[in-house]
């Protein structure tokens, strides 16, 4: 009976240990931090609608290390809007554990701190209001901003699959800390003016309730995000890296 109980209690620990490390966070992460480099790049945003293929923006992407930190500013400019939409994340370059996070769009202004609160505030433009955010938040995460490029910095492999905390903050949605999902991952190509090998990620988030399927293709050698795409409930977006 001691035995039995023995070999109950170790596989249960396993069981816990495996669970905790297939979780990443700031806390437990693997990502490879020299893959992170000073870098800008843009990408073709673009709907398919049957068999067409509509461009309706551009999206800029600038990366730079800064002393102990990363800052990552993405600004997208729609071609039927006046206004750009400018995402600004800052990160401690070691773990990625969020530092602060700005939003700005048409629609809404949002700014977010990050410390043992989530403070800052959300400012909707429709309706003219602003909510000051207090979020009191529990365990490990990353800024909900930051993950699709933590994913071109994990150690890829066809084995790997993993669940990433996040923080989202969203008044109409879910809030607070939250998943995202490495649910496949796959070798294959892309041409790109030539063949390129490509890590092929799948990922689903709590974000979209996971009916949002986000594929991205990771160049192999220099883990560029070469292309990206979104399928939801019948409609597909896709963001290609301009040469």
Not at 108 to 113: I, K, P, T
Not at 208 to 233: G, H, L, S
């Amino acid at each position: 009976m001691k035995n039995i109980l023995l070999t109950i209690l170790s596989v249960f620990i396993s069981l816990s240990l495996f669970a905790q490390d297939s979780t990443i966070t700031p806390l437990n992460n693997s990502f490879d931090s020299e893959l992170i480099k000073n870098e800008n790049y843009e990408m073709t945003w673009s709907m398919e609608i049957d068999t067409s293929k509509i461009e309706i923006g551009k999206i800029k992407t600038e990366i730079k290390r800064i002393k102990n930190n990363v800052l990552i500013i993405t600004s997208v400019k729609l071609n039927q809007a006046q206004t750009k939409w400018v995402d600004t994340t800052l990160a401690h370059i070691n773990n990625l554990k969020p530092i602060y996070h700005s939003s700005y769009n048409q629609q809404r202004d949002m700014v977010l701190h990050f410390d043992k609160k989530v403070t800052g505030y959300y400012f909707d433009k429709k309706t003219n209001t602003k909510n000051e955010i207090a979020e009191t938040t529990s365990g490990s995460y990353f800024d909900s901003n930051i993950y699709p490029q933590l994913i071109r910095w994990l150690p890829l492999n066809n084995e790997y699959h993993k669940t990433i905390s996040i923080f989202d903050y969203n008044p109409s949605a879910k809030t607070g800390v939250i998943k995202a999902f490495i649910k496949n991952i796959k070798k294959g190509k892309v041409r790109r003016n030539r063949d390129r090998d490509v890590w092929i990620v799948k990922v689903t988030d709590d974000i979209t309730d996971n009916k949002a399927i986000m594929t991205f293709y990771i160049d192999i050698n220099n883990r560029q995000i070469i292309r990206q795409e979104v399928d939801m409930q019948g409609r597909k977006m896709i963001m290609e890296l301009i040469n």
